[in-house]
């Protein structure tokens, strides 16, 4: 599903960001990558939806060579990679509703399809009874449920979730991994960036660990171990 092989990237051509990172993330697996501020977990994210590319190696994502990856092509890659940030991106003066449904519009999708679409997704992440409220009228627990609802439009065979509860209390924190690890066991993958400490010992899965733009500790049941 997810492959690099030898990648390595740098910003000015002296210090690598990434150090011949070489990673394979099979179809269903949830996975978490830790490491302190600078370790590279923003940078690889970047490199998996297409928003940077490798100085050396091969990325893979299904099919996908994204170091070879045409600009017009990113979009239809993007369509199969759901991807939530920390900061929710949410247009204030649009619905919830509209703000899912805007994920669609964008990609010329039909009418029909969107009404179809959208409340399905508002009731997997509990939000189709509050559609009708704008972003300031919900919290901020619900607003990133309403970033995870837009992710899921495309039916997205993965999920990059960097960072999704670090403005959140720890019962939204928990309500947010909660509802990834569901999405997960419907097949999604989901690759999970955090610093979140309790998050990861409480998951038990799959931990991968940067340090200097290298990966130090994969293990398959792991632990925070900074």
């Excluded at 991807?83 to 994920?103: G, H, R, S, Y």
Aim: hydrophobic fraction near 40%; charge should be positive.
């Amino acid at each position: 599903m997810i492959t690099l092989e030898n990648v390595s990237k740098s910003y000015d051509h002296k210090h690598k960001v990434l150090k011949d990172i070489f990673l394979a993330i099979k179809p269903g697996e949830f996975v978490s990558i830790v490491g302190q501020s600078g370790a590279g977990k923003t940078t690889l994210v970047r490199l998996l939806i297409g928003e940077e590319r490798a100085d050396e190696g091969k990325v893979m994502i299904g099919d996908w060579d994204i170091t070879r990856l045409r600009r017009r092509e990113i979009p239809y890659l993007r369509r199969q990679i759901g991807v939530i940030f920390q900061d929710f991106k949410l247009l204030p003066k649009k619905t919830l509703e509209e703000n899912v449904a805007f994920a669609l519009q964008v990609c010329g999708e039909k009418s029909s399809k969107t009404k179809k679409i959208v409340p399905s997704v508002l009731k997997i992440v509990g939000l189709d009874d509050k559609r009708k409220r704008y972003p300031s009228e919900v919290s901020g627990g619900e607003q990133q449920r309403v970033a995870i609802a837009r992710a899921l439009v495309h039916q997205p065979k993965i999920l990059l979730v960097d960072e999704p509860t670090g403005n959140l209390d720890a019962i939204n924190a928990n309500e947010i991994i909660n509802l990834l690890l569901r999405i997960n066991r419907f097949g999604t993958t989901v690759v999970l960036v955090t610093h979140n400490k309790e998050i990861v010992n409480r998951l038990n899965h799959r931990v991968i660990t940067m340090e200097n733009g290298q990966i130090i500790s994969d293990r398959a049941h792991g632990k925070y171990l900074l």
